[in-house]
């Protein structure tokens, strides 16, 4: 019998990471980011940075393809695979830019040596490099030259706000049916639906 529980889809998100994490998972913090501007959709991996009450915080550079996309087609589809539950979250929603206020908030919270590493390599993303020893040659640099201070926020730190307007929660079934909750946000209010697998 198929259990249908009425919590909020965040929430439920959530959980689902959670027991993920407690069945082994390392890092079930990530997602199958998918943009589309003029021409073909484009997906990759991004981390959750937080989920909210009303979406999914991450953060990139500022001349990436996905933050280009994102400026002229807001839309996202979001899928989070989570493999020891053969489990699926799939979220549809739009971006909501982080000020420069909140990108300072989130980049004052993460390590200093991915504030370092994110100073090396962001200017450069996705360009070619000439070797390998680029970016630590870049890293060392900024290192010495940071070192006692703090390092200042990079132009290129930028994050968005995934906001939910759709959720759909899929769970592979072995030997019964799989079940599939599908949330949608209608007029303030998230209404739930089960559908057919
Ligand atoms: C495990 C993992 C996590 C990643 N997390 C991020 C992330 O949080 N933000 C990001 O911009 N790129 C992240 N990347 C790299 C992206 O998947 C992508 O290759 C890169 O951002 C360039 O994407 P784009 O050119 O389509 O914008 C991650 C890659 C992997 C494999």
């Known amino acids: 019998m198929i259990h249908i529980d009425t919590c909020h889809p965040l929430e439920k998100m959530k959980a689902w990471i959670e027991s993920e994490k407690a069945m082994g998972s390392d890092n079930p913090n990530r997602v199958v980011l998918a943009t589309s501007s003029q021409d073909i959709p484009r997906s990759r991996i991004v981390a959750i940075r937080e989920i909210t009450g009303e979406g999914i915080v991450f953060f990139t550079q500022r001349e990436t393809r996905k933050a280009r996309d994102l400026s002229i087609n807001p839309r996202v589809s979001m899928t989070l695979w989570l493999a020891q ?113």
């Open 85 to 197: 539950q053969q489990r699926q979250v799939v979220l549809e929603g739009y971006v909501k830019a982080l000020t420069d206020e909140e990108n300072l908030f989130y980049w004052r919270t993460i390590p200093r040596e991915q504030q370092l590493r994110f100073t090396a390599y962001a200017p450069i993303s996705s360009h070619a490099i000439p070797s390998p020893t680029t970016l630590s040659e870049k890293y060392r640099d900024l290192k010495s030259a940071f070192e006692n201070r703090d390092i200042p926020m990079s132009d290129h730190y930028c994050g968005f706000h995934a906001i939910a307007i759709s959720m759909c929660f899929y769970t592979l079934g072995s030997e019964e049916f799989s079940e599939v909750l599908h949330f949608e946000y209608c007029h303030g209010k998230w209404k739930q639906q089960l559908l057919s697998p």
